[in-house]
């Protein structure tokens, strides 16, 4: 089976923009978890969407949003950028059993300037 | 609610010595309990994971790792270090609650030749 796929893998943004990162989930699982990872924070988790729903969410402001499409795929969206969004935005997928092992792609790495 | 402490942010050994990393989990109910490796600019690899069956649960690339439920603790070994260990290892729990990992800030493994 092909792993978790995440695109792009590199992105550069200036504050203020949109950026919207993607992530399609190992074929059969239908939970898609998001996760930033920074120096700083390590790793923090955005929200996770089960069956096109978001199921459980963290502590991040508004400005992050994510949906799920029937096909399994997700797409995360930061809006309003802030140079301290730069990171590395992990996906997982898993088959949504709770709890469950989750199977995480290579990275979406943002940089804001 | 869920955390995870890993002592030791950076941990060097000689190839062929013992590693030891270490993880304390925090949790009012036994989680589940994961060990995660990441390598640079890729995502994390699931190590090894214990669900509630056998306490010394063995995992890829020779570690393994035991749940102490009177320590709280899961610390990760390998009898014999290579040069290949050489990453970033990351703790996690998830609870039987919810499908979200809680990270622990995660050990560099620094391996000496």
């Known amino acids: 089976k092909a792993g978790v796929t995440q695109t792009p893998r590199y992105l550069i943004k200036t504050r203020g923009q949109q950026v919207t990162l993607s992530c399609s989930p190992i074929s059969g699982h239908r939970s898609v978890s998001w996760y930033q990872q920074t120096p700083g924070q390590g790793l923090q988790f955005l929200f996770e969407y089960f069956s096109e729903t978001q199921r459980n969410k963290g502590n991040f402001p508004g400005r992050f949003s994510g949906r799920q499409f029937s096909n399994s795929r997700s797409e995360m969206n930061v809006s309003t950028l802030e140079l301290g969004d730069s990171a590395l935005y992990l996906c997982a997928s898993s088959l949504g059993v709770i709890p469950d092992t989750q199977y995480f792609g290579p990275g979406t790495r943002l940089t804001v300037l | 609610a869920q955390s995870v402490t890993q002592l030791g942010s950076h941990v060097s050994v000689s190839e062929g010595a013992l590693v030891l990393l270490r993880c304390n989990y925090s949790?009012?109910?036994?989680?589940?309990l994961f060990w995660y490796v990441q390598y640079p600019n890729q995502g994390l690899q699931l190590l090894l994971k214990?669900?509630?069956?056998?306490?010394l649960v063995k995992g890829i690339n020779g570690f393994e790792a035991e749940f102490k439920k009177s320590e709280t603790s899961f610390h990760l070994t390998k009898p014999s270090a290579h040069m290949s260990d050489a990453a970033e290892y990351f703790c996690a729990v998830s609870p039987n609650t919810g499908n979200q990992f809680y990270f622990g800030t995660g050990t560099s493994l620094t391996v000496i030749p």
């Open positions: 949790s009012s109910v036994p989680p589940y």
């Open positions: 214990y669900t509630s069956a056998a306490t």
